[in-house]
């Protein structure tokens, strides 16, 4: 339970709240949700204010009958406010991509339609994917906000964030035989600049993505999995 700082009804954020959810959150991935559930609540109330007892309680009340699912509540005075996902004011048809116009802020990310010509022929030892989910690591948050930290080695501008990607293969090189991909392939792997509809990617980055993992999961696993291997036996 996390106390707000500032009293302003109109303020949303705070560097400690910040950081007490961030831990409820990582701490949530890591601990079975039948063994231990947490419920992160932000009040504006001081502490000795009934009304930011009421509203702790509410909420646990909710969550131990089962009447709601939202474990990040904010409340400021009586409004309770929890997070919704809604429609995007970007409507594009077709292939779609991040763009950044600048490095420094998130605020800078856009989704446009895809810059690239993707009727073009496939490279030999590629293949063309159409990128289901995409894994986020702490460089790609470098790559957007402290580039300088983020250590790409063998660019002179880091590429696009976005590495760690799952995954249909849509078209392979016609030129190809013995091709180690069918198209329809769920496949899983690492790139570059992969918060896009589609990509080419090398054959070498890619594996077929287990049949008892979704397309979230396998996002999740190759830098991960890639770390871990190099800890192990380097």
């Given at each position: 339970i996390g106390k707000k700082l500032s009293t302003a009804a109109a303020e949303?954020?705070?560097v400690v709240g910040a950081g007490i959810w961030g831990l409820v959150r990582s701490a949530s991935l890591e601990i079975d949700v039948d063994?231990?559930?947490?419920?992160?609540i932000d009040t504006d109330a001081s502490h000795?204010?009934?009304?930011?007892?009421?509203?702790?309680?509410a909420e646990v009340y909710r969550i131990l009958n089962f009447d709601s699912t939202d474990l990040e509540v904010c409340y400021r005075g009586n409004e309770r406010f929890v997070r919704?996902?809604?429609?995007?004011?970007?409507h594009i048809i077709g292939d779609a991509e991040l763009s950044l116009s600048s490095r420094g802020s998130l605020e800078n990310m856009v989704v446009k339609p895809s810059a690239i010509d993707f009727l073009r022929s496939i490279p030999d030892g590629h293949v063309e994917v159409a990128v289901h989910a995409?894994?986020?690591n702490f460089k790609d948050v470098l790559n957007v906000l402290v580039p300088d930290e983020a250590a790409y080695v063998g660019f002179d501008t880091p590429?696009?964030?976005?590495?760690?990607?799952?995954?249909?293969?849509?078209?392979?090189?016609?030129t190809n035989t013995g091709h180690p991909f069918a198209i329809g392939d769920k496949v899983y792997g690492i790139g570059f600049g992969l918060l896009r509809s589609k990509s080419h990617v090398s054959v070498d980055c890619i594996a077929k993505i287990p049949s008892d993992l979704s397309?979230?999961?396998?996002?999740?696993?190759?830098?991960?999995?890639?770390?871990?291997?190099?800890?192990?036996k380097e």
């Open positions: 949303c954020s705070s063994t231990l559930r947490m419920i992160c000795d204010n009934i009304d930011g007892l009421d509203q702790v309680l919704r996902l809604g429609k995007s004011e970007q995409v894994g986020l590429p696009l964030p976005g590495s760690d990607f799952a995954g249909t293969v849509a078209r392979i090189p016609v397309f979230e999961a396998a996002s999740a696993l190759p830098t991960v999995f890639l770390t871990v291997l190099f800890a192990l």
